[in-house]
């Protein structure tokens, strides 16, 4: 549904030899979309990040560096269940700590009660989910995938994956 170019019916019917009519296809689309009640999709965690920087008043760096966090998480098999929201909660709040420095306290310093309101969590909520970004910051270099690690190191993203402190993400987030 998300398609730019969507197939005609009929290029269905070619690819099956003409063994379905497109009256038959439709009526399977039909059947398939009322026996998931029409829910095709559901948000990703940009939609909620991109509530959550407003909130916080996050600049550009910030924001682009809980994009990073979040895209690599999307490929870690322990993160593939955690909600959208909480990914994105958990990326922000990390990105905020690694944006203050080390010298202004832990997480619940950059989770105010605005981003608790607006985005649901508590620190507590987000703590396991943040202890495990950091790791998989931490060793970004060391994985097979690289592609997240060399997008966000081109200018476009402001080189937010070279920044060298975030090689000791996991340093920041104690208490």
Partial sequence: YEEMFCP????FTYITNNTYTSDMIKSMERRILSSIDFRLGRPIPLHFLRRGSKAAYAGASVHTLAKYIMEL??????LVATSPSLIAAASLMLALRLTRGKAEGGLSLVWTPTLV????????????????????MAT???TKQQAVL????KKKY????LLPHLLFAQDYIKE
């Fill in 8 to 11: 005609e019916v009929a290029d």
């Fill in 73 to 78: 998480a999307m490929v870690q098999y322990d």
């Fill in 117 to 136: 309101q607006y985005m649901g969590y508590n620190v507590e909520d987000l703590k396991e989910t943040v202890i495990k970004l950091a790791k998989v």
């Fill in 140 to 142: 970004a270099k060391d």
């Fill in 150 to 153: 060399k997008k966000y190191s």
């Fill in 158 to 161: 402001m080189k937010i994956a």
